[in-house]
């Protein structure tokens, strides 16, 4: 059984998601980031945290490609020129599509407000519509990023969207944009999302 630590409104959001379409029983903890109990499982205080036995494992791109892995899931297989181009966009995503995203919150709310730059943030609204625009024309005409099948990297790619969303970053690439959309229809991410409902 593994044990999931975050919060729907973190990235523990993609790691419940990718629980859920792998269809595992799984035991959700709410924990805040830099909470107690966070830095009692992660050295850097950070969440996600996925426990899997006694191994506590940090990052929520290492903790799906883990259970992509292990399951023989929504991954090309490790080793194989599929997964090699599928690795390489996942960093892509995270260097370039993700960034602009964590900068402007962290200059929004987590860093300490005297260390705050609000001045960077028209930048990093530019920096993510050049990423925009490379990832649509990553995606081109395909169902999912690395071709016929969905993997972990369509569900980073679709969960930065909503993140984008909500910092109100637009995706003005409309094809991009409902493409995010219908994978997060999904009723997978739906089940992930109502772990944070009351009751
Ligand atoms: N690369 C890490 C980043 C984890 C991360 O920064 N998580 C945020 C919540 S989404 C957090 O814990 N922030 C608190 C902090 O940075 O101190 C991952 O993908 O899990």
């Given at each position: 059984m593994y044990t999931v630590y975050g919060s729907v409104?973190?990235?523990?959001?993609?790691?419940?998601?990718?629980?859920?379409?792998?269809?595992?029983?799984y035991q959700y903890i709410p924990c805040a980031p830099q909470s107690e109990l966070a830095r009692?499982?992660?050295i850097t205080g950070k969440v996600p945290v996925l426990v899997d036995g006694d191994a506590a494992i940090s990052d929520s791109v290492a903790i799906m490609t883990y259970l992509a892995d292990k399951h023989g899931m929504l991954t090309h297989p490790a080793g194989s020129l599929a997964r090699a181009k599928q690795d390489a966009m996942t960093f892509w995503?995270?260097?370039?599509?993700e960034t602009p995203l964590w900068l402007a919150a962290k200059h929004s709310f987590?860093?300490?407000p005297e260390r705050r730059v609000p001045?960077?943030?028209p930048v990093l609204r530019w920096e993510f519509a050049q990423a925009v625009e490379v990832l649509a024309r990553w995606l081109g005409d395909k169902p999912y990023l690395t071709g016929d099948q969905m993997t972990i990297v369509d569900m980073l790619a679709a969960h930065c969207g909503a993140w984008a969303t909500v910092a109100k970053f637009p995706i003005e690439n409309t094809q991009l944009a409902s493409w995010m959309t219908k994978l997060r229809s999904r009723a997978a991410f739906t089940r992930a999302l109502a772990n944070d409902l009351p009751g």
């Open positions: 409104n973190t990235r523990a959001l993609r790691v419940l998601w990718a629980l859920e379409e792998m269809q595992q029983f009692s499982l992660n995503l995270i260097d370039e599509f987590i860093l300490p001045e960077i943030k």
